[in-house]
């Protein structure tokens, strides 16, 4: 069964710091890979987009990496600001056009 | 021009009545989709279209109603609602299956 794993459920964090959220799939054969920033009470939106042949895709102080060999994506966050407060969510497109959701990881950023 | 709005935001109902959510575009773009939003789910497709007159089932159409008479209308209608589907409500919409999807603000419903 295709699935999409997020790690880790939930994440803490200081202003100003680095974090780096993780995503496992098991999709094969996937046409892309997403990454969706959520806020609370709001729809998610797109932060990057990568196919299977692009390792990394940058979207100002986001970078999301994709090892479509381990199928394992990354999103890295440089210099955390209060609003990337927020749910992260993986999503794999498969060659038929399903999507697969991620639960979300929530980040919290504290002052 | 918000591009895709939903309503109502907030709904509140009893169970086996009908209810109705509304999503409306000003995009143009052909596919609009419903989700919903439970904790503990990711987002789960209910139902889909590639553009007017076509629909198709999702993950989860068990007790939904769709209809697209206008490229930029998609309501959702709930026949007779249930306790299980309290759930926030997504539309979105994007120009083909493997591209960019564009969310709404959801509707909350609570069906009591």
């Known amino acids: 069964k295709n699935q999409v794993e997020q790690s880790p459920q939930s994440l803490i964090i200081l202003e100003g710091k680095n974090c780096t959220l993780q995503c496992n799939y098991t999709v094969s054969p996937f046409s892309n890979l997403r990454w969706y920033k959520q806020d609370t009470g709001r729809g998610p939106v797109s932060l990057t987009i990568m196919t299977f042949s692009e390792n990394t895709k940058s979207n100002g102080r986001y970078t999301a990496t994709l090892d479509a060999d381990t199928k394992q994506s990354s999103l890295h966050i440089t210099a955390s600001q209060l609003s990337d407060s927020a749910s992260y969510i993986c999503?794999?497109?498969?060659?038929?056009?399903?999507?697969?959701f991620g639960k979300g990881t929530k980040l919290s950023v504290k002052p | 021009d918000a591009g895709i709005t939903q309503s109502p935001r907030y709904k509140i109902t009893e169970t086996g009545r009908q209810v109705t959510l509304m999503c409306h575009q000003t995009?143009?773009?052909?596919?609009m989709f419903w989700y919903r939003q439970d904790l503990g789910h990711g987002l789960r497709l209910i139902y889909y279209s590639a553009a007017a007159d076509i629909t198709d089932k999702g993950e989860v159409p068990d007790g939904y109603v769709v209809s697209r008479s206008k490229t930029e209308n998609f309501p959702l209608t709930l026949e007779s609602a249930t306790r299980s589907q309290t759930s926030v409500y997504f539309c979105?919409?994007?120009?083909?299956?493997?591209?960019?999807?564009?969310f709404g603000p959801g509707t909350r419903l609570l069906v009591l």
């Open positions: 979105a919409t994007g120009g083909g299956l493997q591209e960019t999807q564009y």
């Open positions: 995009w143009s773009h052909s596919y």
């Open positions: 999503v794999v497109t498969d060659h038929q056009g399903n999507l697969i």
